[in-house]
């Protein structure tokens, strides 16, 4: 067994710096690696580039990172919700790239197996494709992507081993399992982190080789961003 | 004339037995309100999860488990969660039937714009240019014209685009209609609305064959 585990989320984000490109898991506030983020605001390092689904809102997720003027630059497919993030863009201080969120995941799944670009219909004829090669296969025109190139992955998991193995939990999967090994370095928390050999193998989501370091993080605040519910009768 | 739940209702008579569906945010998200519930459909959300339920009751909902629109939901019997990649394996590979969704503006040959107000409102696509480049049916929900009064079904869409000649069936508050070769055709006339009053919110070529039904919702 190759163990991945690091004590602290300090040793987990050893090498990260000023400038990188970072792949941060979630979907809104569901399932994003909340303990990378509150020690890369520790940290203080700025000129990011982020690939993250989305903004967070003002003050929690990326919004932490934002309010702070850390992100320089951030790649996502939609990024409502976030005042901080609306003030930023529109007055030209954060560059914003808005990617397709099919085509977003892919990117991390192509950075992942080793495949440079692949073709997607997303987003052919519209703004998107500018300036993108366009092919058509069997009578449909489809628009060249390619892989994303990043520094560090950080992913959010709900149950880990010291052999990196994964699971986790309903939707806070979202992008997290595209991420891990796309980026060169993958961080991934954990609200349980067990033993080797306590997973049941069958029941792994992604396996320990797409990850370099876990750490089990504590207290995951989990915010809600729309609570909707129904009356009981 | 029919308010956004009349919109849903009559969307939710295209859905058939064994369709899996998703919704997008807005009116579509209504649709699973009044899908009969003698037949069998899956709802889908981008997020990751297929067989989507009612919202919780209070003290029920759980963080992990939401809808693309960030609200906490249930999952039914049959449900299953999965990753962002493989659910838009779902939608670009054409495994998903049907796709409801809500547009700014629809174009006479079937293009839509619903994510970007250049200088005014930047939110992003999310799932919707995968979901229309892929959909084998999509329907669009939404009024026949904007809050100042503008028809939103146009000759040509004025608004940065989501997906080309894509759309193929509509349903606002005064009519269902479907896109043809040559414009907009006219199906259904929504209650008490005249072919007349379509015609006047429609700016892009509309198509009227005959005597226009009035559409049935129950």
Redesign the interface.
Same mark, same amino acid.
């Given at each position: 067994m190759i163990k991945k585990t690091v004590s602290s989320v300090e040793e987990a984000l050893k090498g990260v710096q000023n400038g990188m490109t970072f792949m941060l898991g979630g979907f809104g506030l569901c399932g994003i690696p909340e303990k990378a983020i509150a020690e890369l605001v520790r940290l203080g390092i700025s000129d990011i580039t982020c690939i993250s689904n989305n903004a967070g809102v003002d003050d929690f997720g990326l919004g932490l990172l934002l309010q702070k003027r850390q992100i320089k630059k951030m790649i996502s497919s939609y990024v409502g919700e976030n005042d901080e993030f609306e003030r930023q863009m529109l007055s030209g201080e954060l560059e914003v790239e808005l990617t397709p969120q099919g085509t977003l995941a892919e990117k991390c799944r192509a950075a992942q197996s080793g495949f440079p670009a692949f073709y997607t219909p997303a987003g052919y004829g519209t703004e998107v494709a500018e300036g993108k090669e366009t092919r058509e296969f069997n009578g449909k025109m489809y628009v060249l992507e390619e892989a994303f190139k990043a520094d560090f992955a950080f992913v959010k998991a709900w149950k880990g081993d010291e052999a990196g193995n994964l699971i986790f939990k309903g939707t806070a999967r979202n992008f997290n399992p595209c991420m891990c090994g796309a980026a060169k370095i993958t961080v991934a928390e954990v609200e349980e982190l067990v033993p080797a050999g306590a997973l049941d193998p069958n029941q792994i989501h992604v396996p320990g080789i797409f990850v370099q370091r876990i750490f089990q993080g504590n207290n995951y605040e989990k915010r809600i961003e729309q609570r909707t519910v129904r009356k009981r009768n | 004339m029919l308010d956004k739940n009349g919109i849903a209702k009559r969307i939710a008579q295209e859905v058939k037995d064994g369709y899996y569906v998703n919704l997008g945010i807005g009116i579509p998200t209504l649709v699973a309100n009044f899908v009969r519930d003698d037949i069998s459909v899956e709802f889908q $959300?981008? !997020?990751?999860?297929l067989g989507m339920g009612?919202?919780?009751?209070?003290?029920?909902?759980? %963080?992990?488990?939401? !809808?693309?629109? =960030?609200?906490?939901?249930t999952t039914l019997p049959g449900a299953s969660?999965?990753? $962002?990649?493989t $659910?838009?394996s779902m939608?670009?590979g054409q495994h998903v039937d049907l796709t409801i969704l809500g547009a700014m503006e629809v174009a006479e040959n079937g293009?839509i714009a619903n994510?970007k107000i250049p200088g005014k409102m930047? =939110?992003?696509?999310?799932? %919707?240019?995968?979901l229309v %480049? $892929?959909a084998e049916h999509i329907i669009v929900a939404m009024m026949h014209t904007n809050r100042s009064g503008q028809s939103k079904l146009l000759k040509k869409c004025s608004l940065?685009?989501?997906?080309?000649?894509c759309v193929k069936k509509i349903v606002t508050n005064l009519a269902v209609l479907e896109v043809g070769p040559k414009g907009f055709v006219l199906l259904e006339r929504a209650p008490g609305v005249s072919v007349e009053e379509i015609k006047d919110a429609t700016e892009g070529n509309l198509i009227v064959n005959g005597e226009i039904p009035e559409m049935r919702i129950d």
């Open positions: - | $959300s981008e !997020n990751g999860v009612p919202f919780p009751f209070e003290g029920d909902e759980d %963080a992990d488990v939401i !809808n693309a629109g =960030k609200q906490t939901i969660f999965f990753d $962002s990649a $659910s838009f939608i670009r293009d994510w930047v =939110k992003g696509m999310g799932g %919707a240019m995968d %480049a $892929s940065p685009l989501t997906g080309v000649q």
